[in-house]
């Protein structure tokens, strides 16, 4: 099972809303990630967690919020966002951040419309 | 620094025909090397990967791909394309120094019938 689970799959929040994006994952990795594609770019990492502490911060505004409450969830949290933060957000995770062998496994991603 | 890059953002094929999408990397060591396809909609899937234990590597769908040192190129190719084949294709790199995924541009791959 190399699944990771994401939701909502779908979110339209106003400039003002604050919201979550969740992800979960039962595969035992202790290595988990936030990426975040604009249409037709590439996906571009924004955290890192490992062994649930923040690893790596790609220098992402402090609207975004991210969490890892034990080592199967991750979140970010969104709060007054812009409308070019309209993006599909892409959870991720791998075995372990430190052996770069380790394969990492994507979600199907939360596709984000800010209005 | 490690990068790559993939020559062509479009690749057209016919069906049946062979897909051959390129990827040329850049990095002073061996580097670690991925293939994912990306539906439209969807969220990444893992086509294949290199570790250095082997420089063909097969993947799934009937993907593989060759690691070519003195080419610098992990080009993608499967011999008989489908329709269902038609997505986005990103290859990757882990850059050690900052311990994440790096990805190409990405190449959409369209299967004409």
Known sequence: DTEVTQTPKHLVMGMTNKKS???????????????????????ELMFVYSYEKLSINESVPSRFSPECPNSSL?????????????????????????????????????????? | AQSVTQLGSHVSVSEGALVLLRCNYSSSVPPYLFWYVQY??????????????????????????????????FHLTKPSAHMSDAAEYFCAVFIEGAQKLVFGQGTRLTINP
């Open chain 1, 74 to 115: 991750l979140n970010l949290h969104l709060h007054a966002l812009q409308p070019e933060d309209s993006a599909l957000y892409l959870c991720a995770s791998s075995q372990g951040q430190g052996s770069s062998g380790n394969t990492i496994y994507f979600g199907e991603g939360s596709w984000l419309t800010v209005v």
């Open chain 1, 21 to 43: 994006l969740k992800c979960e994952q039962h595969m035992g990795h202790r290595a988990m990630y936030w990426y975040k594609q604009k249409a037709k770019k590439p996906p």
């Open chain 2, 40 to 73: 439209p909609n969807q969220g990444l899937q893992l086509l294949l990967k290199y570790t250095s234990a082997a420089t063909l590597v097969k993947g799934i769908n009937g993907f593989e791909a060759e690691f070519k040192k003195s080419e610098t190129s």
